[in-house]
T-cell receptor, first 114, second 114 residues
Framework: AQSVTQPDIHITVSEGASLELRCNYSYGATPYLFWYVQSPGQGLQLLLK????DTLVQGIKGFEAEFKRSQSSFNLRKPSVHWSDAAEYFC????????????WGAGTKLIIKP | EAGVTQFPSHSVIEKGQTVTLRCDPI?????LYWYRRVMGKEIKFLLH????????ESGMPNNRFLAERTGGTYSTLKVQPAELEDSGVYFC????????????FGSGTRLTVV
């Protein structure tokens, strides 16, 4: 069955430090890949998505993600985090054989140390 | 352009009561989806409407849940009777087509059953 794994439930990073959030998926073909963010009291906001082409994807708020087929990974990165990045981050897979449903990881809560 | 609107934002009800959640999609979006996140778990797909028709309701947990989309506009999700395990955040999303490109989420309804 298709699945998405975000191995880190919580991550704490100092303000200004770099960030990498991990995401691995299990799927027989190349899926559509997404990262969403949910800030406190807010809805789910799309950070970036990968459908095809360049495997390094740029998103909003200075985030980027790299699709690595050999590792079935789609890790999210940011070179320097800001206190406003504190939120919960979700990796999701859109299935090409069911092109409307998203399969989600459990989420990673990002805590920023001042 | 107005986004996807969900209300109420929070609801606290007693076990056995009925609750109705509402989602207003972006105008012109034929596709409407409901997702749910139970505490500490992944976000899970519940169902998908195309206009007023249920395209896929495979994720609905049981027959205590009833979703409708009258006239292909707003949608309601009724839980009757509510159980403790129904507590969680209910997200609605809409998109113009079934291709994952224009998925937009609402801010969610946090349901607490006590």
């Amino acid at each position: 069955a298709q699945s998405v794994t975000q191995p880190d439930i919580h991550i704490t990073v100092s303000e200004g430090a770099s960030l990498e959030l991990r995401c691995n998926y299990s799927y027989g073909a190349t899926p559509y890949l997404f990262w969403y963010v949910q800030s406190p009291g807010q809805g789910l906001q799309l950070l970036l998505k990968y459908f095809s082409g360049d495997t390094l994807v740029q998103g909003i708020k200075g985030f980027e993600a790299e699709f690595k087929r050999s590792q079935s990974s789609f890790n999210l990165r940011k070179p320097s985090v800001h206190w406003s990045d504190a939120a919960e981050y979700f990796c999701a897979v859109g299935l090409m054989d069911s092109n409307y449903q998203l399969i989600w990881g459990a989420g990673t809560k990002l805590i920023i140390k001042p | 352009e107005a986004g996807v609107t969900q209300f109420p934002s929070h609801s606290v009800i007693e076990k056995g009561q009925t609750v109705t959640l509402r989602c207003d999609p972006i105008s012109g979006h034929d596709n409407l989806y409901w997702y749910r996140r139970v505490m500490g778990k992944e976000i899970k797909f519940l169902l998908h409407f195309v206009k007023e028709s249920k395209q896929d309701e495979s994720g609905m947990p049981n027959n205590r849940f009833l979703a409708e989309r009258t006239g292909g506009t707003y949608s309601t999700l009724k839980v009757q009777p509510a159980e403790l395990e129904d507590s969680g955040v209910y997200f609605c999303a809409s998109s113009p087509g079934t291709d994952l490109y224009g998925y937009t989420f609402g801010s969610g309804t946090r349901l607490t059953v006590v």
